[in-house]
């Protein structure tokens, strides 16, 4: 039951930090520093990246008619901007996918501890302020004013969260303001990008860890993906809103306070 309960408040946290810029791995490693789970190291590995699937989820269906070539509700036109966008996701995440697969034991090896999440979360932090407090000016503001190219650009910032605690969707959304998207596509294409990518990085830890957990093991890994699940589709909906009033300087300042708390905390305990 207690393990249970574990699984639980993880799926809380993944479900809220996967799609906020803060770092759902940053976190995920904290708190789990506090309630790990009484598994053997490979199956906790795996259910921290595996959880990520109730994420996806949340994500295929609050969005499901916009990604849905086939909706008997779109025109012929608005099938074809439909293929286009999974076309384009799919440019996006080949980058991370080719390092991710060829290197992702030794990025772990290299940079998977406390002080690294701390510095990408205040450095990764400080960089979100900045872009917020100069004035850009955006120039694709619909998914069908985005280049293929822009698209495997966004990909290639999309590497970067390989590096525990960069987040995600904060390396995504801060590349793709970067290089002109409105805040609005830059969000969505990080939630579209992170299809695919949770996709393969929960089967590539599901085929190495060789699915050999324990009928409760699994009952585990479901009941945290559900929670995500669940929490994720909260996390969405309030990230779409608060957009709309608000910059991303808030989660920068987040960022930055929780690195230092990090790093205070690890340095003395």
């Given at each position: 039951?207690?393990?249970?309960?574990?699984?639980?408040?993880?799926?809380?946290?993944?479900?809220?930090?996967?799609?906020?810029?803060?770092?759902?791995?940053?976190?995920m490693i904290l708190v789990d520093e506090f309630l790990s789970l009484n598994f053997s190291d490979v199956y906790v590995n795996t259910f921290l990246v595996v959880i990520q699937f109730g994420s996806i989820l949340a994500?295929?269906?609050?969005?499901?008619?916009?990604?849905?070539?086939?909706?008997?509700?779109?025109?012929?036109?608005e099938k074809k901007d439909t293929m286009s966008l999974w076309f384009k996701v799919v440019?996006?995440?080949?980058?991370?996918?080719?390092?991710?697969?060829l290197f992702e034991d030794k990025i772990d090896e290299l940079f998977y501890n406390p002080v690294v999440v701390a510095l990408a979360l205040i450095i990764y932090g400080v960089i979100m302020i900045l872009i917020e407090g100069s004035r850009r000016r955006s120039k694709v503001k619909d998914f069908s004013n985005m280049s293929y190219g822009l698209a495997f650009a966004i990909g290639v910032f999309q590497c970067l969260a390989l590096i525990p605690g960069t987040s995600r969707s904060g390396s995504t959304i801060i590349g793709a303001m970067l290089l002109g998207t409105s805040k609005f596509v830059a969000t969505e294409f990080s939630f579209f990008m992170a299809i695919p990518?949770?996709?393969?990085?929960?089967?590539?830890?599901?085929?190495?860890?060789?699915?050999?957990?324990?009928?409760f093991e699994w009952l585990v890994l479901g009941i945290g993906s559900l929670v995500a699940y669940l929490v994720s589709i909260f996390a969405i909906k309030f990230l779409m809103d608060y957009i709309r009033k608000h910059d991303f300087k808030a989660f920068g300042y987040y960022r930055i306070v929780l690195g230092f708390l990090v790093l205070a905390y690890f340095y003395i305990f």
């Open positions: 039951m207690i393990e249970i309960l574990k699984a639980v408040l993880l799926g809380i946290v993944q479900g809220i930090t996967e799609w906020l810029p803060i770092s759902s791995t940053g976190h994500v295929l269906t609050l969005y499901f008619h916009k990604l849905n070539p086939f909706s008997p509700k779109k025109s012929l036109d440019v996006a995440v080949i980058p991370s996918g080719v390092i991710g697969i990518t949770m996709l393969g990085a929960s089967a590539l830890k599901l085929i190495k860890a060789g699915f050999g957990f324990s009928g």
